[in-house]
């Protein structure tokens, strides 16, 4: 019989993604046949993944990445339900990986909930018939009892999948008894009845000290505290944009790998307001030497050596964003190598046209930057697939030569209005000073992160240090994070059999 444990937080942020991750590589590891699931997610960072039918449909990134760590394809299923933020309080619905439409909260709540309950446990049963465990994950809280009727992704998956509940709290913000307890405490009687274990996150210390906690709070409520995990970061990628910086603020990832500040180099990464799919800049930042920041759009870019325009869920309010703050002559002033990824590459054309099917503004017709001979024109319809490109390299990537893989996840076609190079095939531009391309996971591809990098280290004037270690290492520091601090026998998965 399959084994469903939901791992849910006392709040959003607490490292929920990590710890399935990890159960998923850990359990593949010693043979079982495991899968990810979110019910219902909310994020802007997607990737293409298999539908059941054979087509491609979109998923959010974490399980994408957790379907990885457990050694299975991606499939529509670890994600039914995919909820992508556009602004105005509008988010687009995705179903079974396909876009469904953009509504209000409360028009979704009214119209379109029940519909994604039965996608979801759908698409559970579908997993639960393939797999030995599976592995869910919540979504911010479980205890937010203005939700307890509409609860999608922690109290519904806990009723449909007939699933045990495994808690985790983050105790670095502080309250974390207070917040376990307060959890245990809200849940409906039937949920709670679920809940096997609590783990505490993100641990710096003596674990000691937590001894007389841990029993108190264990006497108060029969939940055992199952494990402390100490604060690490595997250097998996982030789900949504609540780990990046205000729009107004400036972030800066990989900066403590031991390379001296003047052997370094700096990738700049405009935080748009509607940033999305930041998860593409996750392989730069996690090679030696390389600072990856993302900077107010105001910025300047003076400290920067190179620049990314990442992807972005409106590109057209993003680009009157940009230029309300004079990102326009900043950039133009900028002399290092530029690549724009997916919106990101749109906003680097010549123009924008049919623009109003895409944004909020009513505007049709826009200019782009014009650091790329293209226009993009708009259209309703969705391109959604995983893509093998030979890539060709020119520009920023100059060079490079091989087979990358990749997805792409767009609306509009960008169509060359001058001489170009296609580095990457029809869905990409490049000239000796940019390149734009509609390929998420460009930089996963060392062929093509290799060049980047190699020039942006040339443009800076330094040689690039060693290069980054197997990239698969996250999988397994997340997996032995919870192999040395959890004790998986009193949450009953170290009696999960593996085969079937």
Known sequence: MTRTLLVAGTASHVGKSTVVAGLCRLLADRGVSVAPFKAQNMSNNARAAATPEGGWGEIGVSQYVQARAARVTPTTDTNPVLLKPRGDRESQLVVDGEAVGHYEAGTYYDEHWERARRAAAAAHDRLAAEH??????????????????RDLANLETARFADAD?????????GGAFASLYGTVELLPGDVRERVVGALVNKFRGDVSLLSPGIEEFESMTGVPVVGVLPYDDPGLPAEDSVSLPAPGGTAVRGADDGVAADRAVTVAVPRLPRVSNFTDLEPLAREPGVRVAYVPLDDD??????LVLPGTKNTVDDLLALREAGFGDALAAFEGPVVGLCGGYQLLGERLTNAAVEGTTGRDDLAGFGLLPVETRFSPDKRVEAVTRELDGSGPLAGARGTVTGYEIHMGESIPVGDVDRPLGPGSAATERALGTYLHGLFENRIARDAFLDAAFAAAGTDRPTRSADEHAPFDAAAELIRTHVDLERVGLERADPGR
């Open 301 to 306: 870019l003076s400290g920067a050596d190179a």
């Open 132 to 149: 030995d465990v599976v592995v869910a994950e919540g979504a911010g809280s479980i205890a937010e009892i203005n939700l307890h009727d």
């Open 165 to 173: 509940v495994l808690l985790v709290v983050d105790i670095e913000r």
